[in-house]
């Protein structure tokens, strides 16, 4: 699948994958900071999210096979892998898989266990499903049907990114809600290190997520021995969002080590 894709800089290669709802677009001021550090960012969309192509077909095993496609396609040598939540699934598993490919990893606020199902992504499904784009007209008015279910407004400010005007008098969702429903348990799979990964890794978590806990830290290390792992204290699960500050000094930090 030829994923969309943004991309700034020159240099050395230095891809950045979203998470689940996420798209490229919520990544492009951290990457251009990075692509003036001197490397070539490409930020990609993952299937059925932005304007990359949709399938049914969503799972780990298709975006590992999309990442490496990209990565033979660009003829890009031993990138420096990004990803968040999803993305860090994504970026894990092509590490353990492929470590030839790969010069270093950073990980944000995901751990390689299986996690239980989590309503939540249900709740914002249900949320953006409820939105009738025959008669709502203005991004106002979907926001005010999401707040119905959505009481964060950043969560909502999130979600709306994926809004695009599909025709000029008609909104449309990026992403494809079905695909994404009917396989949401496939995200909450775990990931079996079943060699480690000999290459310098970052894991930048949130101190108030409970996406990665203490009891996550040691089968980690196993995995990522070189791993190097930074907590920031008052940030939740949107890490980069919350402290973009701290977050991009941490990585500009192990990026110079």
Partial sequence: ???FYRTYGKGKPFII?????????NWVSFAKKIADLGYQVFVLDQRNHGQSPHSPNFNYLAMVDDLFEFIDEHELEEPIILGHSMGGKVAMRFALENPDYISRLIVVDISLRQYPARDYHLKVIRA????????????????????EDIDSRRIRQFIM??????????????????????????????????QALDKPVLLVRGGKSDYVLDSDLPPFKNAFPQANIKTIPNATHWVHAEAPGLFYAFVEEFLAD
């Fill in 161 to 194: 990114k994926n809004l695009y005007r599909k025709e000029k008098n008609e909104l449309a969702w990026r992403m494809c809600l079905d695909a994404i429903a009917n396989n949401l348990d496939e995200m909450f799979d775990g990931i079996e290190a079943e």
């Fill in 1 to 3: 699948m030829q994923l």
């Fill in 128 to 147: 953006m499903k409820k939105v009738n784009f025959a008669t709502v007209k203005t991004r106002k008015e979907v926001e005010a049907i999401l707040a």
């Fill in 17 to 25: 994958l979203h998470g689940l709802f996420g798209i490229s677009d």
